[in-house]
């Protein structure tokens, strides 16, 4: 085991030192572009965590191998699809170890109901092994996770990291931002396309409450209903049709909201009115939010577009939730309802800003910045000298 990790480190140097030279390639390659376009973004990757080893078939190395990737729906040549500098194999292992960490924890020697949701059953065993990389002392045994609802339970029984459970030691290492493990009794990987799918997650963010579930048929899961996504233009076959990690109602949420506060307010001594603005209904009143307790003024916004002739009130209650990335809410002055979201974005004239979700990139925005300049050539270089290195060195 322990050359096993020699040989993982010195595929790491070398996967470093093949990216150093790659840049420099790419700087002298690109020079005479200038323009100001900047390689620093990439360089300089370092891995904080001696947890977090090379994993094998990971060519954006973000510690998601590409089978992986490709079965859990992630892009195996981007390794952070949610653009917040943390590798998405990284965070994904770190979410699912909080995840867990919360599960109902049920005892099969008393006589509580079976829950329909995702499960776990402790299976402590008598003895305990040592993780490589830290020393620390867990248990050599683990967890059971079970889910009726998706009929499935972890591990699978040939499960080669552990056919009974999966094992503390996994549980260590997950929380230390890695899928595999090594240890004195276990090595091996978590199976993550199973796990994912029992513990219904599939992204790396962590739940807030305020996103109510939606009422009415949606398909893909992604808190957008079915009839909204066809009213709006949205892919209602995709919970995350830009591939940023996030579901796409909640993204559309914020997004709305960030648009909203951003409207002019509407000003009847000003000298001229914004074709799209808001105009203040505040009431002398508070609201208060059925999930955190915040309160709101129990008032609204009314958002217009004279252009399109068309307006909608906003509660501020709505802002708040929309702000938490639901586009239903729930407060004890409107009480429960929801956005009419394929209105409201059809007036803010949805999407604003590049990246806002339906964004339109031209096929040459490599970088998908909505410009087409020297630093989409610039990335794209550097891209094809990084693959053209890994393929000769294979
Ligand atoms: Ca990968
Ligand atoms: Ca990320
Ligand atoms: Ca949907
Ligand atoms: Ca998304
Ligand atoms: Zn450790
Ligand atoms: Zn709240």
């Known amino acids: 085991m322990r050359r096993l990790r020699r040989a993982h480190q010195r595929q790491a140097q070398k996967r470093n030192k093949l990216r150093q030279r790659a840049i420099a390639a790419g700087t002298a390659a690109v020079i005479t572009l200038g323009a100001g376009a900047g390689l620093s973004k990439s360089a300089g990757v370092s891995t904080p965590d001696g947890h977090q080893m090379p994993v094998s078939q990971d060519a954006d190395g973000d510690l998601l191998g590409a ?15 949610n653009r917040n500098t943390v590798s998405d194999g990284v965070e994904l292992a770190q979410h699912c170890a909080a995840v867990i960490d919360k599960l109902y924890l049920y005892n099969p020697d008393t006589k509580m109901p079976i829950p329909y949701g995702p499960y776990k059953i402790r299976r402590a065993l008598f003895g305990s092994e040592l993780c ?31 056919a009974v459970l999966l094992p503390d030691l996994a549980l260590h290492y997950m929380e230390h931002g890695s899928f595999d493990c090594f240890g004195d009794v276990h090595q091996g990987r978590v199976d993550v ?14 739940p807030n409450d305020h996103r109510l579930p939606v009422d009415g048929a949606d398909l893909d899961g992604d808190l957008l209903r079915d009839t909204e996504e066809l009213a709006s233009g949205y892919n209602l076959y995709d919970a995350d049709q830009d591939d940023d990690l996030t579901a796409d109602g909640i993204e559309l949420a914020g997004q709305c909201a960030r648009a909203i506060d951003s409207l002019p307010v509407f000003d009847p001594n000003g000298p001229e009115i914004d074709a799209l603005h808001k105009v203040s209904f505040m009431q002398r009143g508070i609201e208060h939010c059925d999930i955190c307790g915040a309160t709101v003024n129990m008032g609204y916004w009314q958002v217009t577009n004279l252009r399109l002739g068309l307006s909608t009130d906003v509660p501020v209650l709505a802002l708040h939730y929309m702000g938490h990335g639901s586009l239903s809410y729930a407060g004890d002055v409107h ?3 929801r956005v009419d979201i394929p209105l409201l974005v059809k007036i803010l004239e949805m999407p604003r800003r590049c990246g806002d979700l339906g964004t339109i990139y031209l096929p040459s925005d ?29």
């Open 67 to 81: 089978a992986e990737e490709i079965a859990i729906g992630y892009l195996p040549f981007n390794s952070d699809q």
């Open 132 to 162: 490589d990389i830290c020393g620390q002392k867990v248990n050599m045994g683990g967890i059971e996770i079970f889910n009726p609802r998706v009929e499935l339970q972890y591990p699978d029984p040939n499960d080669p990291l552990d």
């Open 193 to 206: 396309p199973r796990l994912l799918r029992i513990l219904e997650t599939r992204y790396p963010y962590d």
């Open 335 to 337: 009480g429960t309802g």
């Open 366 to 394: 490599t970088n998908k910045d909505c410009r087409v300049d020297s630093a989409d050539l610039l990335e794209l270089v550097e891209r094809w000298l990084e693959d053209a290195e890994i393929n000769r060195d294979r």
